[in-house]
């Protein structure tokens, strides 16, 4: 069973840093998309930012963000570990969410998805 374990949110200052980690174990199949999706409160479940490797791809990575979060977070992957982080800088109030590490892979069970990490901005 695929199992998505996510660390690192907490409470920071608008301006602040934080960094979120997710590690996956389980999958029987090579896992070919990792990334993050938050869910505000009152709002729906948006993608932040994702990273796809493999032949489907034309260089062989592809990395996508959103434009509120480009020039800010930055996604990384240690493929041999299977784990995803994301870089959060300076960070708004308005990235308050609850942060979900996801994983996609040719396991027609997926897309799979951690417990969720609460991110909170504020002074």
């Known amino acids: 069973q695929v199992q998505l374990v996510e660390s690192g949110g907490g409470l920071v200052q608008p301006g602040g840093s934080l960094r979120l980690s997710c590690a996956a174990s389980?999958?029987?199949?090579?896992?070919?998309?990792m990334g993050w999706y938050r869910q505000a409160p009152g709002k729906q479940r948006e993608l932040v930012a994702d990273?796809?490797?493999?032949?489907?791809?034309?260089?062989?990575?592809?990395?996508n963000y959103a434009d509120s979060v480009k020039g800010r977070f930055t996604i990384s992957r240690d493929n041999g570990e299977n784990t995803v982080h994301l870089q959060m800088n300076s960070l708004k109030p308005e990235d308050t969410a609850v942060y979900y590490c996801y994983t996609k892979s040719a396991d027609p069970r997926g897309p799979y998805w951690g417990q969720g990490t609460l991110v909170t901005v504020s002074e």
């Open positions: 389980g999958s029987a199949f090579s896992i070919l998309t």
């Open positions: 990273s796809t490797t493999g032949s489907t791809t034309i260089t062989g990575s592809d990395t």
